[in-house]
């Protein structure tokens, strides 16, 4: 199995401030990396595809990078709305899919 | 407008059964696989079972194998997720999820991009 780890676990960032978030795997998974926002009490939302393409309808604020084993999803200028928790998933191993624990972003 | 939209969970005691159903509209669901996910309280998000687009390939994580049937009635843009010997670590919300692929130079990329509202299934006495 791919085990996913990312980094913090949580932080809290003012509002304009650049935020990194980092997800390790556990094997070479090539670019096959998603990411997800959930804000409290609603479904996951994808943000980033293939670990640099943003969804259609996301910011531009929302930037993903990486290959292999380590990842950054990265928003460039933290907005009141971006209090969530982020997942990064692998699909390498597809359809046997895997989580990060998750990183909660929390406003100052 | 492309949605999902779930039905069904509840509360159950442990060892009884359950059926979650996740309706599609606005999209062809049979050009899908689909996914269901769970997420237990306070905690992150787990791949639960994938099934492809004619049901001909189901996969489960271990924890549920035997215990879960995903399945999918193409005429009906419906997916089901029947859960048997259910057991308190089944607690969580699930959700349905389309599995949609992109093709980027030249490979395949999978990613859930359509996500029901969630369901709450509570195991307990």
């Known amino acids: 199995d791919i085990q996913m780890t990312q980094s913090p676990s949580s932080l809290s960032a003012s509002v304009g401030d650049s935020v990194t978030i980092t997800c390790r795997a556990s094997r070479n998974i090539n670019n096959y990396l998603n990411w997800y926002q959930q804000k409290p009490g609603k479904a996951p939302k994808l943000l980033i595809y293939a670990a640099s393409s943003l969804q259609s309808g996301v910011p531009s604020r929302f930037s993903g990078s990486g290959s292999g084993t380590d990842f950054t999803l990265t928003i460039s200028s933290l907005q009141p709305e971006d209090l969530a928790t982020f997942y990064c998933?692998?699909?390498?191993?597809?359809?046997?899919?895997?989580f990060g624990q998750g990183t909660k972003v929390e406003i100052k | 407008e492309v949605q999902l939209v779930q039905s069904g969970g509840g509360l159950v005691q442990p060892g009884g059964s359950l059926r979650l159903s996740c309706a599609a509209s606005?999209?062809?669901?049979?050009?899908?696989?689909m996914t269901w996910v769970r997420q237990a309280p306070g905690k992150g998000l787990e791949w639960v079972a994938s099934?492809?687009?004619?049901?001909?390939?189901?996969y489960y994580v271990d924890s549920v194998k035997g215990r879960f049937t995903i399945s999918r009635d193409n005429a009906e843009n419906s997916l089901y997720l029947q859960m048997n010997s259910l057991r308190a670590d089944d607690t969580a919300v699930y959700y349905c999820a389309r599995d949609d692929q992109q093709l980027i130079f030249g490979y395949w990329y999978h990613q859930m991009d359509v996500w029901g509202q969630g369901t709450t299934v509570t195991v307990s006495s």
């Open positions: 099934i492809k687009q004619d049901g001909s390939e189901k």
């Open positions: 606005g999209f062809s669901f049979r050009n899908n696989w």
């Open positions: 998933q692998q699909s390498y191993s597809n359809p046997l899919y895997t």
